[in-house]
């Protein structure tokens, strides 16, 4: 953003959100509709590449298509001029991934919420024929009850499956992704599918759970190579609260062969609708406080 601007079109720019490597997101205001809304602007150096801006055009063409309470609504973009942009329904302040460090008991207490909520909007994005490729908790946005939005759809592919495939949509791309959560057929850049994501929110539910990644390595490569071979401990290994049928479910997901995966979403909540995910809840953090207090 151009310094001393506060208007960029409509949007008046309250501040600044979060600086990313090709992005900034700022909080705005829209003029017309008075509505609060967030920016996603390109910086200085991704506007000039012709594949950033194809990026932003991509997301707003997919995010726009979509309607859920559990995936960010899209309003606007720009790819012209000095500061292209994305306008997007304004979420909550912090990002799964920030609020699983910082408010660690309360996500505990809104897990049951949290996995449902997270998977719902993953599930409306796969109804639309799509892959996210990017499932991390950086891209979920999540309030105080535990309800997510789904955000950030730029590496978005057309499902190996779905009708958009045929028509040749989407970018072969980097491997693009995280590599914490990345399945074995990402990094082997094969084609993805459905699967691939369930995958990647597998080692989301792992994380929700035990505030720990299923893989961790001493090199970016031996993560991967974790990955593609080792085994995941199961998840009540390492929070003994965890019940045995989530921690089945969470292995299910991580399976290194996409066939022993559950193969959709709706599979997945069948699953979890019929469980409990731990043995007894964790509490709220205002009544850990007052157990601490009395003892
Ligand atoms: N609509 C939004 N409302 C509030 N915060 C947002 C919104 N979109 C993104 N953010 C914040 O900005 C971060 C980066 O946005 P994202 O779309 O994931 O871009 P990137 O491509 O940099 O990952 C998110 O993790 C989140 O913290
Ligand atoms: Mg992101």
């Known amino acids: ?24 997101i700022f909080e705005a205001v829209d003029g017309n509709s008075k509505q609060k809304v967030a920016l996603k602007i390109l910086t200085a150096q991704a506007r000039k590449s012709k594949v950033e801006l194809r990026f932003l055009q991509h997301e707003f063409d997919i995010a726009s298509k979509l309607d ?150 001493s090199s970016p490569e031996n993560l991967l190579q974790k990955h593609l071979s080792a085994k995941a401990p199961p998840a009540n290994t390492i929070n003994r609260n965890v019940t045995q049928e989530f921690s089945d479910l969470v292995t299910d997901m991580l399976r290194k062969n996409k066939e022993s995966r559950p193969d959709n979403l709706k599979k997945v909540l069948g699953v979890l609708s019929g469980m409990r995910i731990y043995r007894s809840k964790p509490p709220h953090p205002s009544e850990i406080q007052r157990s601490d207090e009395e003892a």
């Open 68 to 217: 859920h309470e559990n995936v960010i609504k899209v309003f606007g973009v720009r790819t012209t001029g000095n500061d292209p942009y994305l306008s997007l329904e304004f979420g909550q302040q912090l990002n799964l991934k920030q609020r699983l460090r910082t408010d660690k008991e309360l996500m505990a207490h809104r897990s049951d919420n949290i996995i449902e909520k997270t998977t719902l909007g993953l599930q409306h994005l796969h109804n639309h024929g799509w892959v996210h490729c990017d499932v991390k908790p950086d891209n979920y946005l999540v309030d105080d009850e535990g309800n997510t939005k789904l955000i950030d759809f730029a590496l978005c592919q057309p499902s190996r499956t779905g009708f958009l495939a045929k028509l040749g949509f989407g970018r072969p791309k980097e491997i693009a992704g995280t590599r914490s959560y990345m399945s074995p057929e990402q990094i082997r850049r094969r084609p993805l599918d459905i699967r691939s994501d369930i995958y990647s929110l597998g080692c989301m539910y792992f994380e929700i759970v035990t505030g720990k990644m299923p893989f961790t390595g």
């Open 1 to 24: 953003m151009g310094h001393g601007r506060d208007f960029i079109d409509q949007y008046r720019i309250i501040r600044l959100i979060r600086a990313g490597s090709t992005c900034q």
